[in-house]
């Protein structure tokens, strides 16, 4: 007889605490936001300073607006939305929307960021092929993959002189201090951190991005992100001793 009682997931350790400086890195303007902008709150709360590092600026975002434009509002939407949960500095690589690839030019870029900015820790988006563990679960996008797996990539390629040795003739030396990579979204988390002190914020912080959320949904904006996000995190407290959470897949380094 084959048991079919699915085993009950492990429980997620505490999030490192003993570092001051991060870069997030993801693909798109609102990839941060529903991924891990109450984490990130909590942690500039504590004086650990978190840089943005955007592949794209969005700008295939939104169907009804043309990508000139819709670029300059999805980087406006961004920067606001940063600057809610205490984040300053927001780049862009200024890749394509929709069609980033995997490779060399994309890991170049990541690796050239994290040596300028010299983080401990580094956080990416989910860079599996789909958002739940398990067969027929809903699709990830390209964008998320390939950058999700060059963000992977380009950490160890930060601390190593002979790959990309252009960085170091542009004076960008090599940087070998990434200690994570903190996978926000993953479908097999490890770890977590309480969404509470900084989740009020990660709602405002989602909210700046309204023209992608009124194109997106007919639901009141203000009921769309509160439910999303709230609902995450009260489905991740299963696991973490009932504190609702944000959960990292974390890969030491």
Same mark, same amino acid.
């Given at each position: 007889m084959i048991d079919k009682t699915e085993a009950t997931p492990p429980a997620l350790d505490?999030?490192? !605490?003993?570092? +001051?400086? /991060?870069l997030a890195v993801v693909a798109h303007p609102d990839d941060l936001e529903y991924g891990c902008a109450a984490a990130i709150a909590d942690w500039t709360d504590g004086g650990r300073e978190v840089v943005y590092l955007l592949a794209t600026r969005g700008e295939a975002g939104i169907d009804t607006l043309d990508p000139a434009e819709c670029a300059a509002v999805r980087e406006q939407e961004q920067r606001a939305s940063a600057a809610v949960v205490g984040v300053d500095t927001v780049e862009f690589l200024d890749h394509r929307d929709g069609v980033i690839e995997y490779g060399l030019g994309l890991r170049r870029d990541?690796? /050239?960021?994290?040596r300028r900015h010299r983080p401990e820790l580094v956080i990416t988006l989910n860079h599996r092929d789909t958002w739940t563990p398990g067969p027929g679960g809903p699709w990830n996008t390209p964008d998320h993959v390939a950058v999700g +797996? &060059?963000?992977? *990539?380009? /950490? &160890? *390629? &930060? !601390?190593n002189r002979w790959i990309f040795p252009?960085?170091?003739e542009q004076g960008l030396e090599p940087w070998n201090g990434v200690r994570w990579v903190a996978v926000a979204g993953s479908t097999t988390p490890t770890? /977590?951190?309480s969404a509470a002190p900084g989740m009020e914020r990660a709602v405002e912080s989602l909210l700046c991005h309204r023209a992608y959320i009124e194109a997106l949904t007919d639901q009141a904006p203000e009921e769309y992100v509160r439910e999303?996000?709230?609902g995450i995190a009260e489905r991740t407290a299963a696991r973490f001793d009932g504190v609702p959470a944000v959960s990292f897949e974390l890969f030491a380094r």
């Open positions: 505490p999030m490192p !605490g003993d570092w +001051r400086r /991060a990541i690796a /050239a960021a994290i +797996r &060059a963000t992977l *990539d380009a /950490a &160890a *390629d &930060a !601390g252009e960085l170091t770890h /977590a951190t999303f996000l709230t």
